[in-house]
């Protein structure tokens, strides 16, 4: 089973900051990642595909990077919607997801 | 607009078995997708159960395999998982979920499914 790890558990940060979050396979997934963002009492919202292409309407600030092990979900400005937890996932064998970053505000 | 919608006991006795169903609109279950179902607790955050093809191909997760099941009925457009054995640890939120292989892009609501005597 591929192992997926992310980076930190929580992020406290302001309103018009910038977020970095990092996740980590525990082997090359190629570009088959996904990144889902969920609120309290929601499903999960798929933000990004194949490592960096944005979900259709998903506001140009969510960008995503990396291929192999190493990926990032860059959000350039928070908005006070962004505040959330990240998931990252793998497509490359079966799916596992990470265990999530909380975004909050600081 | 595709919406899914899970429905199914809420309570399941341990050792018993745990069945829901996943209602599909919006879209076809027979059309170039699968269709998975995933899992959640404040423990082991979010788990993916397995996926279905309309052929009736199925994938599941190695740790659930032996006691997982998934099937699919095209008149009515939905599908259906079946957990055999249950105990406290397969307490979650079930979400039925549209995959295209390269993300799960539409989720239902999710349900509630306690483990309980």
């Known amino acids: 089973e591929i192992l997926m790890t992310q980076s930190p558990a929580i992020l406290s940060l302001s309103p018009g900051e910038r977020a970095t979050l990092s996740c980590r396979a525990s082997q090359s997934v190629g570009p088959n990642l996904a990144w889902y963002q969920q609120k309290p009492g929601q499903a999960p919202r798929l933000l990004i595909y194949?490592?960096?292409t944005r979900a259709t309407g998903l506001p140009a600030r969510f960008s995503g990077s990396g291929s192999g092990t190493d990926f990032t979900l860059t959000i350039s400005s928070l908005q006070p919607e962004d505040f959330a937890v990240y998931y990252c996932?793998?497509?490359?064998?079966?799916?596992?997801f990470g265990q999530g970053t909380k975004v909050e505000i600081k | 607009q595709v919406q899914l919608q899970e429905s199914g006991p809420g309570l399941v006795k341990p050792s018993g078995t745990l069945s829901l169903t996943c209602a599909v609109s919006g879209d076809s279950i027979s059309g170039l997708k699968w269709w998975s179902w995933v899992r959640q607790t404040p423990a082991k955050g979010l788990e993916w159960v397995g996926e279905?093809?309309?052929?009736?191909?199925?994938n599941y997760n190695p740790s659930l395999e032996s006691r997982v099941s998934m099937s699919v009925d095209k008149s009515k457009n939905q599908f259906s998982l079946r957990l055999t054995s249950v105990t406290a640890a397969d307490t979650s939120v079930y979400y039925c979920?549209?995959?295209?292989?390269?993300?799960?892009?539409?989720w239902g609501q999710g349900i509630l499914v306690t483990v309980s005597s």
């Open positions: 996932q793998q497509y490359y064998s079966r799916r596992t």
């Open positions: 194949g490592a960096s």
């Open positions: 979920v549209r995959d295209l292989s390269t993300s799960l892009d539409y």
């Open positions: 279905i093809y309309h052929s009736g191909s199925t």
